[in-house]
């Protein structure tokens, strides 16, 4: 890889997946399947930055949601195939935060007192 094209700066642009897949292409033969379902996770993560900003709540929880159903292991996927950044400290903060907020914003009871 040409670590001049790994920068903070570069992992925004809509092309950083498709730039470190390209440098990648002439030994993807030999690369493992953790480094491939790494390289193809950049493009979820590229996604989630951008529909952070640009979606609202509601949408932005279902697209959280459906990663998260996608990534159950199944019979056709196995637990092998999981995305390996979900199950990383930061990629668990990111799904305890988003139910964590999620369900305080629905189930909080406003103007309702407790009857003795």
Do not use: M
């Not at 440098?23 to 033969?29: A, I």
């Amino acid at each position: 890889l040409d670590l001049d094209d790994l920068t903070v700066e570069n992992a925004f642009s809509r092309s950083f997946d498709r730039i470190v897949r390209r440098q990648l292409e002439p030994v993807w033969h030999r690369v493992g399947l953790k480094t491939k379902l790494l390289v193809g996770d950049l493009t979820i993560l590229r996604k989630l930055l951008t529909y952070l900003v640009s979606y609202d709540c509601i949408t932005f929880h279902s697209f959280l949601e459906a990663i998260l159903t996608s990534q159950t292991p199944t019979s056709t996927l196995s637990q092998q195939q999981q995305s390996p950044w979900i199950l990383t400290n930061s990629g668990n903060n990111i799904f305890t935060v988003k139910d964590y907020v999620a369900k305080r914003r629905v189930y909080v009871r406003s103007g309702v007192t407790a009857k003795d």
